[in-house]
């Protein structure tokens, strides 16, 4: 079943005096319970067309469908619920919220859309529990490891049960170890429980751990090739 | 912590300033009209543009009676006043006598509290009490006589050498440098004028009520023949003294809120910069603009009343503290503060509106000044501000 796709996708930067096509005419799909990696070399157009995807940035022109729906037409207000209903973001730099706890970070989605606390706290358990994280719950940002932040991330993320996820960078600024427990989780979400993951990256461990690559360069697809199991 | 300790800031400097200008501006009037010619007086219709006490009042009960039944008035207090030369040795000066009754007038002039030397008047005394700047440039001290040389009614001459039983400090200099206070029969003997008297000064308790009383009374007296008037009226260069005065001190007040206003404006815009990446990730992942805005708007009022609160914790006992112990002006100051006819000393004074205005008017600048961040969250870039 297809999740996201993506017909003549077109993204244009014109606010310097050369004009950027940072997305050149893209038609991509995603089915439910990929995990791909969009890759290629700094400035191709992947944090774009993530950005594109997650309903961050509005593209020049063409259409992007989640489930159905053209959300390159929602306002402003759609889109901002759109988001929260069903796409989760894991980004580089964790972007936790430093006031808040682990579970506190974990369960804002679903404080936003007023899920009872029983419920709450019965689906952060169950994530702090399988992505490692249990006994952190307490804890602020500041105190936490890098990784540990990073599933934190994970866990807000998933926290909604969106329809898919999208993780620009998401092991830049983690060592190896913590990238290698990083992916092993976010694997075995994928296998387990059939959650989509689309990677934007240039890592070659997340890349190694994709089953689909899709290369891009200036702004267009090169490649775009699935694991054969 | 910056934004309540700014708003803590305003709160301590706004109050301050503002209970010493309207200490300092009711230090004056109380010095000069409600210790001394009192808030309304009733006189001989043509007395105030023509002092001479030739236009004044034969004692009537009926007049007193009906000024009695204006609602608020305590009292009324019978006085006769004129001027005349005063002279000790080969010292002489203009002088204004008095004549009052010393008990009544306790509650309007309080003559025994301002003596500093030997004592105050009773009715059937003979003797005079004298400011002490006056009775320092006379030379003259208690148990000395002095002599008075005067008009009396109806061009009579008054002359007359009088005990002087105490002298007292009169808080207003220019009025020390020329009272003289006697009981209100020797003053009537002494101006050939039994039964005669110029003033009647209206007592009652709250100021407030001066042009409601003195119109009142205007409404209940022939004022074909007698008039009321208001302090405002009978010392118009006071009034306009403390307008301009208060003129000035709101000038000094607006730019205070105005150097309020900008530090206030100044750490609440820099709080909504350095949030500006956790507000683009709330909005990222699925918080509207309009929620983080009321967030922020409720932030911000706590974090005003709580600065409100410390300013008046640390702004109250300030105020009291310099209220008991007004600051006493010293050097050129002195001289300059004394031409205004106070007392060289700064109070503050306890009003509750001051307060509050202060605290309403710091309000409405931190909610003026949490409008362009607040607005700036509407504007926010999410891409653009998750890169910083």
Redesign the interface.
């Known amino acids: 079943m297809k999740v996201i796709e993506t017909k003549e996708l077109f993204k244009t930067y014109t606010e310097t005096e050369v004009e950027v096509k940072a997305v050149n005419g893209i038609s991509l799909s995603f089915t439910e319970g990929e995990f791909a990696a969009i890759v290629g070399p700094s400035g191709c157009g992947k944090t774009t067309l993530l ?1 594109l995807l ?1 309903g ?2 509005k593209p020049t022109s063409g259409s992007i469908i989640i489930d159905g729906k053209d959300i390159s037409s929602l306002s ?2 759609q889109m ?2 759109f ?3 069903n796409i989760g ?1 894991v ?1 580089q730099a964790y ?1 936790l ?2 006031v808040l706890t682990a579970k506190e970070n974990a369960e ?2 679903m404080n ?1 859309q007023k899920k009872p606390k029983a419920e709450r706290e019965a689906r952060i358990s169950e994530l702090f529990k399988a992505i490692g994280i249990e006994g952190k719950e307490n804890i602020r940002p500041s105190r936490l490891s890098g990784g540990q932040q990073q599933r934190v991330a994970v866990a ?2 998933l926290a ?1 049960k969106p329809k898919f996820i999208l993780a620009d960078e998401p092991t830049a600024n983690l060592d190896s170890k913590a990238t290698t427990e990083l992916l092993d989780i976010m694997r075995k979400l994928n296998e387990e429980e059939n959650i989509t993951f689309i990677f934007a990256t240039h890592d070659q461990r997340v890349i190694d751990r994709a089953k689909r690559i899709i290369n891009l360069d200036d702004g267009i697809v090169v490649k775009d090739e699935t694991e054969v199991v | 912590m910056i934004t309540i300790s700014s708003v803590t800031l305003a709160v301590v400097l706004a109050v301050f300033m503002r209970s010493f200008q309207e200490g300092t501006y009711g230090k004056m009037i109380e010095n000069a009209i409600g210790d001394f010619t009192g808030y309304v007086q009733v006189h001989q219709k043509d007395y105030w543009d023509d002092k001479t006490i030739d236009n004044s009042i034969e004692v009537n009960s009926t007049l007193i009676n009906n000024i009695l039944e204006v609602e608020n008035v305590e009292s009324v207090n019978q006085r006769l006043e004129s001027f005349s030369l005063a002279s000790n040795e080969n010292r002489t000066k203009g002088t204004l006598i008095m004549g009052i009754d010393p008990e009544k007038e306790e509650q309007i002039l309080s003559l025994k509290k301002k003596m500093i030397k030997g004592e105050s008047l009773k009715a059937d005394d003979k003797s005079i009490i004298l400011g002490s700047k006056l009775a320092e440039y006379l030379k003259i001290d208690v148990g000395d006589t002095l002599v008075l040389l005067g008009q009396g009614h109806w061009g009579n001459s008054a002359i007359g050498a009088f005990h002087v039983k105490g002298i007292l400090k009169m808080p207003a200099p220019d009025i020390d440098r020329q009272i003289v206070f006697m009981p209100l029969k020797l003053a009537q003997e002494y101006f050939s004028f039994e039964n005669g008297i110029t003033s009647l000064v209206v007592k009652f308790e709250d100021s407030d009520l001066t042009q409601e009383i003195t119109d009142a009374i205007n409404a209940k007296i022939d004022t074909t023949k007698y008039l009321a008037m208001t302090w405002q009226d009978m010392s118009p260069e006071m009034l306009q003294q403390i307008e301009g005065d208060r003129v000035g001190g709101l000038i000094m007040i607006a730019i205070l809120y105005m150097i309020i206003a900008f530090g206030v404006f100044g750490t609440v815009l820099m709080m909504a910069e350095e949030r500006k ?2 507000y683009a ?9 309009t ?1 983080i805005m009321a967030i922020s708007f409720y932030e911000a009022i706590l974090m005003n009343s709580v600065g409100i609160i410390i300013g008046i914790i640390l702004a109250v006992p300030l105020v009291f503290y310099f209220n008991i112990y007004p600051i006493e002006m010293t050097g050129e100051a002195v001289e300059s503060i004394e031409k205004l006819g106070v007392d060289p000393v700064l109070p503050t004074t306890l009003s509750l509106s001051i307060f509050v205005n202060n605290i309403i008017v710091i309000l409405l600048i931190t909610f003026l000044a949490a409008i362009y961040p607040l607005l700036s969250i509407l504007r926010l870039k ?2 653009e501000s ?1 890169r910083r």
């Open positions: 950005n997650g961050l940035d402003s207000r901002i619920d988001r929260m209903n973001f980004f972007n919220i430093p804002f989605i936003l807000r993320a909604s | 990446k956790e990730v709330m909005i990222a992942i699925g918080m509207q603009k929620k999410v891409i998750m």
